[in-house]
């Protein structure tokens, strides 16, 4: 299955439909919702990061019981906007998980994400080292999905 532009996958979705978000880490899978409306991501959970197959297993019954019609996944870009080998790797990942799924896929920059949710549970949330583990993965997640959700509103200007 081919991957997808912002504007171009959520022009896929029926109504109704959400979009998951995941935020794959080599040891955890941060994965993040969108509303029905497509204004909004949340958190959902942290995945352990498992053989593709185990985790499209796992997502396969979010798919199915939250009605998802699309995921966007973080793409690791260098920090000099370079596409390097962990976003290759992310890119083939996606790929095949979206096959694996049947739903379409898109990518999406999650550079500095974790760090963003790091700096905000420290300095606004004021959470521990332990409590923030627990959550910055599935929030990491959210807030990449967010930020493609803010893209790929049709008043988004299109930026690929």
């Known amino acids: ?7 171009d996958l959520r022009n896929l979705l029926q109504s109704g ?8 880490g080599s040891k955890t899978i941060g994965v993040a919702l969108t509303d029905v409306s497509l204004m909004l991501a949340s958190p959902l959970i942290g ?9 499209a297993q796992e997502l396969a019954k979010i798919v199915r019981t939250q009605d998802v019609g699309a995921l966007v996944v973080g793409l690791p870009l260098s920090l000099d906007g370079s596409f390097g080998p962990a976003a290759r790797a ?3 990942w996606t790929q095949a998980l979206s096959e694996k799924l049947g739903i ?11 760090s963003a949710v790091n700096r905000f549970l420290i300095k606004d949330a004021d959470m521990t080292r332990g409590r923030r583990a627990e959550v910055v993965d599935k929030m990491a997640a959210a807030y990449m999905l967010q930020g493609w959700l803010d893209a790929s509103r049709p008043e988004a200007p299109e930026i690929f």
């Open 104 to 114: 379409p896929a898109g990518l999406w920059d999650e550079r500095l994400s974790s």
């Open 1 to 7: 299955m081919p991957l997808f532009n912002p504007h």
């Open 47 to 55: 995945l352990k990061r498992r053989k593709l197959g185990e985790n």
């Open 90 to 92: 992310a890119s083939d």
């Open 17 to 24: 439909q959400r979009v998951l978000g995941l935020d794959p």
